[in-house]
């Protein structure tokens, strides 16, 4: 009964910025991890961003600074900002929910229990 979908994506130059959402159903935000991955052609997926219930959001270093995730509990939309895109955050960008562990959320993939479909995001430069 879970589901995520994410919206958002497209292309841009270099320098640019996008915002992903994630629309999310099917559960109530309390005790659990949202969070973004992504993954480029032959490329493993990775984490992005994660934002906790409770705790503190960790970014992956290469997006540090960059971007920013956050949670609209009135509307159970997760958002992705990206700024300053560079080619190499040319990826599918999927949407995550791992249940509890509302505290810590390590971007660990296999640890997370619900995906969305992907968005794609193209940086050109």
Request: charged share 15%; proline share 3%.
């Amino acid at each position: 009964q879970v589901q995520l979908v994410e919206s958002g994506g497209g292309s841009v130059q270099a320098g640019g910025s996008l915002r992903l959402s994630c629309a999310a159903s099917g559960f109530t935000y309390s005790t659990d991890c949202m969070g973004w991955f992504r993954q480029a052609p032959g490329k493993e997926r990775e984490g992005v961003a994660s934002i906790p219930s409770h705790g503190t959001t960790t970014y992956a270093d290469s997006v540090k600074g960059r971007f920013a995730i956050s949670l609209d509990n009135a509307k159970n939309a997760l958002y992705l900002q990206m700024n300053s895109l560079k080619p190499e955050d040319t990826a599918i960008y999927y949407c995550a929910l791992k249940l509890g562990s509302g505290w810590f959320c390590p971007l660990i993939s296999y640890t997370y229990n619900y995906w969305g479909q992907g968005t794609q995001v193209t940086v050109s430069s």
